[in-house]
């Protein structure tokens, strides 16, 4: 083989293993996007979850304070 044959070999060799790794992340990165996704859609669900329970323990919270103003209004009707 001469020289140039075997400087093609090289660089046809670099080139396949260009595309191989070119191959490889795009695939990770299709991976990667499907997570980001995923995890999105996880996030907002918490926000959701957060919202609803923080608008629930301000409720309690409202009746709590309700019931013990009644409670402070009965005691001292009872004097």
Same mark, same amino acid.
């Given at each position: 083989?001469?020289?140039?044959?075997?400087?093609?070999?090289? #660089? !046809?060799? +670099?080139?396949?293993? =260009?595309?191989?790794?070119?191959?490889?992340? /795009?695939?990770?990165?299709?991976? $990667?996007?499907?997570?980001?996704?995923?995890?999105?859609?996880?996030?907002?669900? #918490? !926000?959701? +979850?957060?919202?609803? =329970?923080?608008?629930?323990?301000?409720?309690? /919270?409202?009746?709590?304070?309700? $019931?013990?103003?009644?409670?402070?209004?009965?005691?001292?009707?009872?004097?």
């Amino acid at each position: 083989m001469s020289h140039e044959q075997d400087s093609f070999d090289v #660089l !046809e060799g +670099k080139i396949n293993q =260009l595309i191989t790794a070119y191959d490889a992340l /795009k695939a990770e990165n299709t991976v $990667l996007g499907e997570q980001l996704t995923e995890s999105k859609a996880i996030v907002k669900s #918490l !926000e959701e +979850k957060l919202t609803r =329970l923080n608008q629930e323990r301000e409720r309690a /919270k409202e009746k709590v304070e309700n $019931l013990l103003g009644r409670l402070d209004r009965l005691i001292l009707s009872n004097r």
